[in-house]
């Protein structure tokens, strides 16, 4: 580990007042090292995994983290604030901050000893002395390991034998008590136990955190817990004869659990990851009652991964939400590859391109026509998984792995009697229901094995089949004729108020759910070889708004600088990049800090701009790429037009909105100079 914190790395005095500027500050640190090559590239990465789930953690610790093509080696590095920073845990500010950056290929044992580091983190003696340390380099040497009165074993060599032990899971396991033995020891009753499977989306600090977490509850509360953590190094599955011997499952998972028909038959209890660092004792006494009753999973496997909703007293109206993002995440990339192939196809080749013979038959290397059709032909290929795939996927959310198979082919059916895009939800919810409603019937152990591989996939491929062909698919291909019979025949008013419409969802949550319907909606317009003009005509609307709220934060942190902090002027030069590509989570950090000015500004500009573009006649035929795509567009320059002018009203109203604020009555006077005052515009964002 001497190689991956030096004193260079370590700042005692982290006078950042937000979790971006304290990202920014450590980072710099890196990058005057050489161990990151581009600081915006390397922060947005960051950024992108907050967005996930918050990294901060009770007992005051923030552990910002990723993977990240911009890392040239394995680093971490400190920091600690005396006022606090929010990393948005329960309980409070973190003072205890450690950046983790990991290459994109990093290989497992830097990637092993950076999980060890978050388990040690849950040891409160080496906490405290990271609190009372005095210097940078003795701080280093304490996370190193290499000082003689560390509290904690966190060096190199006992760091890796550590996680490697904790990798395996045997931490826990006694001598006396081994895996799969007698009931008894030495004449006493054998305590409860208990195995575990924590995961995070990383895969390097949230995973060996709860791990740890879970362990140290087992130990006060004289349960046995072993635990198999399935992170970015990979994961060493548990002895079959420990998960037999055990009496109870606990997941904590944000990411599916792999392999998770092995842990079958058993009391389970299914919470997020972060449930596992914070209540591990809850999550033990749960289980504990689960088993008591004598409640166990039925069928092939537990209970999906989407369908317990990371934590308990989760409505079914939020685990549909889930389920259809699940498809739609798996969905979006096939639009995009597929969608600039076709549209760049129609560039190179014009609008007669879809009428080419297939290059199989006729390819000449050196005519541009050829390599038009190619393209085209390529992305026709992409798009046609693009219904299968929104299936299998959402099938998957709801059922794991069993669902993918009667999932694909419900899709691949609603492609063929013209059902489309809705026949493909109805597909995927449906295959995903059969799946879960075999899996609950009780099946003798010895059927269990197959049921995965044969029974499941036949039974519920075969009844999907019926429900679509027989039952319900044509009138959803009635239903989907009719919706794109009505799109085709918008014009004047009605065309104006969907784009209104359209851009006030991609602009209300940047990137969330809302966002992603809305734009979900257009991609399945455009979906086809052939779109409609007015499914082009609604892309064109979508993508422009899209790009206002970051275009926008970066005019006005120019133009009224006074009016944003340091941090979010430095967010604002990196927002001009993400608005120009159409990311439009690059406004996320200004709306977090003052959700009730960004967003309502955001929204009127977004609705402005996509009434514009419908009003105007822009089409687009690629479903992303921002401004790098203009020369697939429609009437290019206005469709520019409707962006500015979006652009221009939201940075106004942002003006002005701020403005007010700091002059209302009773309210403290911000200079825009001093960073105290800063920090209570930041943290008070409902303030006037």
Same mark, same amino acid.
């Given at each position: 580990?001497?190689?991956?914190?030096?004193?260079?790395?370590?700042?005692?005095?982290?006078?950042?007042?937000?979790?971006?500027?304290?990202?920014?500050?450590?980072?710099?640190?890196?990058?005057?090292?050489?161990?990151?090559?581009? %600081?915006?590239?390397? %922060?947005?990465?960051?950024?992108?995994?907050?967005?996930?789930?918050?990294?901060?953690?009770?007992?005051?610790?923030?552990?910002?983290?990723?993977?990240?093509?911009?890392?040239?080696?394995?680093?971490?590095?400190?920091?600690?604030?005396?006022?606090?920073?929010?990393?948005?845990?329960?309980?409070?500010?973190?003072?205890?901050?450690?950046? *983790?950056?990991?290459?994109?290929?990093?290989?497992?044992?830097?990637?092993?000893?950076?999980?060890?580091?978050?388990?040690?983190?849950?040891?409160?003696?080496?906490?405290?002395?990271?609190?009372?340390?005095?210097?940078?380099?003795?701080?280093?040497?304490?996370?190193?390991?290499?000082?003689?009165? /560390?509290?904690?074993?966190?060096?190199?060599?006992?760091?890796?034998?550590?996680?490697?032990?904790?990798?395996?899971?045997?931490?826990?396991?006694?001598?006396?008590?081994? /895996?799969?033995?007698?009931?008894? /020891?030495?004449?006493?009753?054998?305590?409860?136990?208990?195995?575990?499977?924590?995961?995070?989306?990383?895969? =390097?600090?949230?995973?060996?955190?709860?791990?740890?977490?879970?362990?140290?509850?087992?130990?006060?509360?004289?349960?046995?817990?072993?635990?198999?953590?399935?992170?970015?190094?990979?994961?060493?599955?548990?002895?079959?004869?420990?998960?037999?011997?055990?009496?109870?499952?606990?997941?904590?998972?944000?990411?599916?659990?792999?392999?998770?028909?092995?842990?079958?038959?058993?009391?389970?209890?299914?919470?997020?990851?972060?449930?596992? =660092?914070?209540?591990?004792?809850?999550?033990?006494?749960?289980?504990?009652?689960?088993?008591?009753?004598?409640?166990?999973?039925?069928?092939?496997?537990?209970?999906?991964?989407?369908?317990?909703?990371?934590?308990?007293?989760?409505?079914?109206?939020?685990?549909?939400?889930?389920?259809?993002?699940?498809?739609?995440? &798996?969905?979006?990339?096939?639009?995009?590859?597929?969608?600039?192939?076709?549209?760049?196809?129609?560039?190179?080749?014009?609008?007669?391109?879809?009428?080419?013979?297939?290059?199989?038959?006729?390819?000449?290397?050196?005519?541009?026509?050829?390599?038009?059709?190619?393209?085209?032909?390529?992305?026709?290929?992409?798009?046609?998984?693009?219904? $299968?795939?929104?299936?299998?996927?959402?099938? &998957?959310?709801?059922?794991?792995?069993?669902?993918?198979?009667?999932?694909?082919?419900?899709?691949?059916?609603?492609?063929?009697?013209?059902?489309?895009?809705?026949?493909? #939800?109805?597909?995927?919810?449906?295959?995903?229901?059969?799946?879960?409603?075999?899996?609950?019937?009780?099946?003798?152990?010895? %059927?269990?094995?197959?049921?995965?591989?044969?029974?499941?996939?036949?039974?519920?491929?075969?009844?999907?089949?019926?429900?679509?062909?027989?039952?319900?698919?044509?009138?959803?291909?009635?239903?989907?004729?009719?919706?794109?019979?009505? %799109?085709?025949?918008?014009?004047?008013?009605? /065309?104006?108020?969907?784009?209104?419409? #359209?851009?006030?969802?991609?602009?209300?949550?940047?990137?969330?759910?809302?966002?992603?319907?809305?734009?979900?909606?257009?991609?399945?317009?455009?979906?086809?070889?052939?779109?409609?003009?007015?499914?082009?005509? =609604?892309?064109?609307?979508?993508?422009?708004?899209?790009?206002?709220?970051?275009?926008?934060?970066?005019?006005?942190?120019?133009?009224?600088?006074? #009016?944003?902090?340091?941090?979010?002027?430095?967010?604002?030069?990196?927002?001009?990049?993400?608005?120009?590509?159409? *990311?439009?989570?690059?406004?996320?950090?200004?709306?977090?800090?003052?959700?009730?000015?960004?967003?309502?500004?955001?929204?009127?500009?977004?609705?402005?701009?996509?009434?514009?573009?419908?009003?105007?006649?822009?089409?687009?035929?690629?479903?992303?790429?921002?401004?790098?795509?203009?020369?697939?567009?429609?009437?290019?320059?206005? &469709?520019?037009?409707?962006?500015?002018?979006?652009?221009?009203?939201?940075?106004?109203?942002?003006?002005?909105?701020?403005?007010?604020?700091?002059?209302?009555?009773?309210?403290?006077?911000?200079?825009?100079?001093?960073?105290?005052?800063?920090?209570?515009?930041?943290?008070? $964002?409902?303030?006037?």
């Amino acid at each position: 580990m001497s190689d991956m914190i030096t004193a260079d790395l370590v700042d005692l005095d982290l006078s950042a007042d937000t979790k971006e500027a304290a990202a920014r500050s450590l980072a710099e640190r890196m990058v005057a090292l050489g161990r990151v090559t581009d %600081l915006d590239g390397f %922060l947005a990465d960051v950024a992108a995994r907050e967005a996930q789930m918050p990294t901060g953690l009770d007992g005051g610790i923030g552990i910002p983290h990723c993977r990240s093509e911009h890392v040239t080696e394995p680093t971490l590095a400190f920091g600690r604030s005396a006022a606090g920073i929010d990393f948005g845990a329960a309980d409070g500010p973190a003072d205890l901050i450690f950046l *983790i950056a990991a290459p994109a290929g990093a290989d497992d044992a830097h990637l092993t000893i950076l999980s060890s580091l978050a388990r040690q983190l849950m040891n409160s003696e080496f906490t405290d002395a990271l609190r009372a340390v005095g210097d940078a380099a003795a701080a280093a040497a304490l996370i190193r390991g290499d000082e003689p009165d /560390a509290p904690a074993t966190v060096g190199a060599e006992d760091t890796v034998a550590s996680a490697g032990a904790a990798s395996s899971a045997a931490a826990t396991v006694t001598d006396d008590d081994t /895996a799969g033995g007698d009931d008894t /020891a030495g004449g006493e009753e054998r305590p409860f136990r208990i195995v575990a499977v924590t995961s995070c989306p990383t895969g =390097i600090a949230h995973t060996y955190m709860a791990a740890e977490s879970l362990e140290n509850a087992g130990r006060e509360a004289g349960v046995e817990v072993t635990v198999e953590p399935q992170g970015s190094a990979g994961f060493t599955r548990l002895d079959p004869a420990v998960i037999a011997a055990a009496d109870a499952v606990i997941f904590a998972h944000d990411v599916p659990v792999r392999e998770k028909e092995r842990f079958a038959g058993k009391p389970t209890v299914d919470v997020g990851v972060k449930a596992g =660092i914070n209540r591990p004792a809850e999550l033990i006494t749960e289980v504990r009652e689960k088993a008591a009753r004598g409640e166990v999973t039925s069928g092939s496997a537990p209970a999906s991964p989407v369908e317990r909703g990371g934590e308990s007293g989760e409505g079914y109206g939020t685990k549909l939400r889930k389920w259809l993002m699940s498809g739609v995440s &798996y969905m979006v990339p096939f639009v995009a590859a597929g969608g600039l192939l076709i549209a760049l196809g129609f560039a190179l080749g014009g609008y007669k391109v879809d009428k080419a013979p297939s290059v199989m038959e006729h390819f000449i290397w050196t005519q541009t026509d050829s390599w038009a059709a190619l393209l085209f032909q390529i992305g026709g290929v992409a798009f046609g998984f693009l219904v $299968p795939v929104l299936a299998g996927y959402i099938a &998957y959310g709801m059922a794991d792995r069993p669902g993918l198979v009667p999932g694909f082919v419900g899709g691949s059916i609603a492609l063929t009697i013209n059902a489309g895009f809705l026949g493909g #939800l109805a597909a995927g919810l449906i295959a995903g229901g059969v799946v879960m409603a075999i899996q609950k019937v009780k099946i003798p152990a010895a %059927l269990r094995g197959i049921m995965p591989v044969v029974v499941i996939p036949l039974i519920s491929s075969a009844i999907v089949g019926f429900l679509m062909f027989v039952v319900i698919g044509k009138p959803i291909a009635e239903a989907q004729k009719g919706m794109t019979d009505w %799109l085709n025949g918008l014009s004047g008013s009605n /065309a104006v108020l969907l784009g209104a419409l #359209l851009g006030l969802m991609m602009c209300f949550d940047l990137g969330g759910p809302v966002n992603k319907v809305a734009y979900t909606f257009a991609t399945a317009g455009i979906a086809v070889a052939s779109p409609s003009d007015s499914a082009m005509k =609604i892309m064109a609307a979508v993508m422009a708004a899209g790009m206002v709220p970051p275009l926008a934060m970066a005019l006005a942190t120019t133009v009224r600088a006074k #009016l944003f902090n340091q941090t979010e002027r430095e967010n604002g030069k990196a927002a001009w990049v993400l608005g120009a590509s159409f *990311i439009s989570e690059g406004a996320i950090p200004f709306a977090a800090a003052d959700p009730l000015r960004v967003i309502p500004a955001s929204m009127a500009g977004g609705a402005i701009t996509g009434a514009l573009s419908m009003a105007l006649g822009a089409t687009l035929r690629a479903p992303h790429g921002g401004i790098f795509v203009v020369p697939l567009i429609g009437n290019p320059f206005l &469709y520019l037009v409707a962006i500015a002018a979006g652009v221009c009203v939201t940075t106004a109203l942002v003006i002005v909105l701020k403005g007010m604020r700091k002059q209302a009555p009773g309210a403290t006077p911000a200079s825009g100079e001093g960073a105290a005052a800063q920090a209570t515009e930041q943290k008070q $964002p409902v303030a006037a």
